[in-house]
T-cell receptor, first 111, second 115 residues
Framework: DAKTTQPTSMDCAEGRAANLPCNHS???????VYWYRQIHSQGPQYIIH???NNETNEMASLIITEDRKSSTLILPHATLRDTAVYYC????????????FGQGTRLTINP | NAGVTQTPKFRVLKTGQSMTLLCAQD?????MYWYRQDPGMGLRLIHY???????AKGEVPDGYNVSRLKKQNFLLGLESAAPSQTSVYFC??????????????FGPGTRLTVL
């Protein structure tokens, strides 16, 4: 079973920030939070990951709460091409990455 | 670099037929994975490999076999296809380096229909 809980769907206006929440209340100290997205019919694409600190890259920002029980993925200026299913995944730091995908959040960017 | 490629892209089988799906990666990754995705669902891990000559079961291994004879290739076999195996199959690969950004790179998928 997936160790994360995400809303089933969200909408966001083009050009606005999209904030996608994720609960991972049972996360352990040796587990990362990873975000992937899947644009229709394509293979999943890595977005960002973090352990304790907030992270930012060219695609998104990841905000992890101090107790690490939840996180938020932020797409700062959403475009129509960001319409996709977004998966929040926790996985151990070491070893084979046996990713467990939940159903994710279907994000729709509206013009 | 081509990244992760999958062959074929589409296939239709009759119940009881066999087939092999081929995954190839050119990134010198140690780890490779096979997932399946049913409509409206997230991906589920079938089998994975942590190196040449090794394989291990994932979440839903029944009805599938795998082989990793070469580091760059990971084969997924269906010996006797069943309609329940109708799905989209994704292959992925990643490095084995610890504490680095070892994200998984996914292929474009193989859409399999079993009649």
């Amino acid at each position: 079973d997936a160790k994360t809980t995400q809303p089933t769907s969200m909408d966001c206006a083009e050009g606005r920030a999209a904030n996608l929440p994720c609960n991972h209340s049972t996360i352990s100290g040796n587990e990362y939070v990873y975000w992937y997205r899947q644009i229709h019919s394509q293979g999943p694409q890595y977005i960002i990951h973090g352990l304790k600190n907030n992270e930012t890259n060219e695609m998104a920002s990841l905000i992890i709460t101090e107790d690490r029980k939840s996180s938020t993925l932020i797409l700062p200026h959403a475009t129509l091409r960001d319409t996709a299913v977004y998966y929040c995944i926790v996985r151990p730091i070491q070893g084979a990455q046996k990713l467990v995908f939940g159903q994710g959040t279907r994000l729709t960017i509206n013009p | 670099n081509a990244g992760v490629t999958q062959t074929p892209k589409f296939r239709v089988l009759k119940t009881g037929q066999s087939m092999t799906l081929l995954c190839a990666q050119d990134m010198n990754h140690e780890y490779m994975y096979w997932y399946r995705q049913d409509p409206g669902m997230g991906l589920r891990l079938i089998h994975y490999s942590v190196g040449e000559g090794t394989t291990a079961k994932g979440e839903v291994p029944d009805g599938y076999n795998v082989s990793r004879l070469k580091k760059q290739n990971f084969l997924l076999g269906l010996e006797s296809a069943a309609p329940s195996q109708t799905s989209v199959y994704f292959c992925a690969s990643s490095t084995d380096r610890v504490l680095v950004d070892n994200e998984q790179f996914f292929g474009p998928g193989t859409r399999l229909t079993v009649l």
